[in-house]
């Protein structure tokens, strides 16, 4: 093998004693940080012709460095498993400098220079997020956008919505839809609002102190795609709050997609029967062949768990690190990348049970009980002039009344509300009982009506076909 195909240390220098196995062991990041291969390239292309640029190297020297690394990305792109796997260079950035010594020679050996893999790790990983903000925002654009079809299917499906998981008001099934559809889409708008945090560029930074030839940083971040560049050395090199935050927004995610789960889940059981699952997002049981059973949605509120942990795990790291780069930095792309590729295989598993899924309109409608309109009568009353709390009291002594007659509240014999209050002279009661009428009362803006859902969904869908 010639030497250059040998895993070597990038700061061999000065020590006399190989490193023991133990500590290459901690200290290698390569199973993890080698999906940074193709940002290693480039930030190292860009970098070599920044040099080139500033004088720092010929003409000749950075486009022999430029191709070189072509050449590595061809290698490396058909790379096979088991060489990744034997490869023991310490990191992704050593193990791209042994190839490129590989392809040009002693010439590899000025790529570094003015560069330390402090600013580099920074840049690579920031380079990742960015493509990982992107396609996060494609797979939480199609979530919002199946509950917003699942909306428009039932903006006249009636149902119960609850408050303590006890029976609350009658609403329209789009509007529950459309909660789940609210929240989601924040978190949308902070990962959107996280990019610019994202693409700040650190390379030039050097180590700690900056850069001392005069590379054009401006011109490195125009080429690499970056928003701006870092502002401050010491910051850049040791900077990982944007990785905090987009650990929060999955997260954040995680908890939204957990909370819909978990309704999905209970409104997919016999005792609900609200929606059933389409066979695509649904499994069966070894030993009862009855069972259908909503593991995507019970997958979604596990993995939460996991996402949630990410964030617990950055921000652990990050407290009481001195200031500028600390190996333990290090740790934060396995918690990226893992919230990363959790998302990725959730979101789509959650977009397809959602548009898939049917509500069943019968028996959500069965199970609103005439007391869910309670309110509904306390509010005739007001209309007709009774403060809410007289009416609010006369409809608790209906309740009682009924409870203690052993029917409905729409059971109650007229003369029942009557003795209550005059007011009732008036009512159709029926009417008064009907929870088609009492969804349409509410016609407040962001209120369960079927007109004022439509404008939610029409707000969405303007959200949706703009980005
Ligand atoms: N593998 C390291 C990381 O992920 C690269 C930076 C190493 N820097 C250093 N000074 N040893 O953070």
Redesign the pocket.
């Known amino acids: 093998m010639p030497l250059a195909a040998q895993p070597a240390k990038l700061?061999g220098g000065r020590f006399t004693a190989e490193p023991s196995a133990d500590m290459d062991r901690l200290?290698q990041?390569l199973p993890?940080?080698r999906r940074l291969w193709r940002e290693d390239i480039t930030g190292s292309q860009a970098w070599a012709a920044a040099l080139g640029r500033a004088g720092v190297l010929s003409t000749g020297e950075a486009d022999l460095l430029v191709e070189g690394l072509e050449r590595v990305a061809a290698r490396l792109a058909t790379w096979p498993v088991h060489e990744w796997n034997d490869a023991s260079d310490?990191?992704?950035?050593s193990l791209v400098e042994r190839l490129l010594r590989v392809e040009v020679g002693a010439a590899a050996g000025k790529l570094h220079t003015g560069r330390?893999?402090?600013d580099?790790?920074?840049t690579d990983?920031r380079l990742w997020g960015l493509g990982a903000v992107d396609r996060l925002d494609v797979f939480i654009r199609d979530v919002i956008s199946a509950l917003v079809s699942c909306a428009e299917a039932n903006v006249d499906t009636v149902m119960p919505s609850y408050t303590h998981l006890q029976r609350a008001q009658p609403v329209v099934a789009a509007h529950w839809a459309l909660a789940h559809a609210w929240a989601i889409s924040r978190d949308r708008d902070r990962l959107r609002d996280a990019r610019p945090r994202v693409g700040v560029m650190p390379l030039g930074s050097g180590?700690i102190a900056g850069c001392p030839f005069p590379v054009d940083r401006e011109a490195l971040r125009e080429e690499l795609g970056f928003t701006t560049i870092s502002p401050n050395s010491i910051d850049a090199v040791g900077d990982r709050d944007w990785i905090a935050e987009l650990l929060f927004v999955s997260a954040s995610l995680g908890v939204h997609l957990s909370r819909l789960a978990e309704d999905v889940i209970l409104f997919s059981s016999a005792e609900f029967g609200f929606v059933r699952l389409s066979d695509q997002y649904s499994t069966g049981s070894s030993l009862m062949p009855q069972k259908r059973n909503p593991d995507a949605m019970e997958l979604a509120r596990g993995k939460s768990g996991r996402l949630i942990g990410g964030l617990m795990l950055m921000l652990t790291v990050l407290k009481g690190l001195p200031t500028g780069?600390n190996?333990d930095?290090?740790e934060?792309?396995e918690a990226l990348f893992d919230a990363v590729d959790t998302l990725e295989t959730m979101l789509p598993a959650v977009a397809g049970t959602i548009r898939t899924l049917r509500f069943n309109a019968p028996r959500a409608a069965a199970a609103i009980d005439p007391s869910m309109l309670a309110t509904d009568i306390a509010e005739f009353l007001v209309r007709g002039g009774v403060p809410f709390r007289e009416a609010h009291e006369m409809v608790g002594r209906l309740v009682r009344a009924a409870e203690e007659a052993g029917c409905s509240l729409a059971e109650l014999p007229r003369d029942s509300f009557l003795a209550v209050s005059p007011v009732f002279e008036s009512a159709e009661l029926t009417k008064l009982f009907d929870p088609a009428q009492a969804v349409q009362a509410r016609a407040s803006v962001g209120g369960t009506s079927p007109e004022s859902v439509r404008a939610q969904i029409n707000a969405l869908k303007l959200q949706l076909t703009a980005s």
Do not use: F, G, M, P
Not at 90 to 93: A, K, L
């Open positions: 700061w200290n990041s993890i940080d310490e990191d992704i950035h330390s893999r402090n580099q790790v920074a990983t180590a780069y190996k930095l290090q934060d792309k």
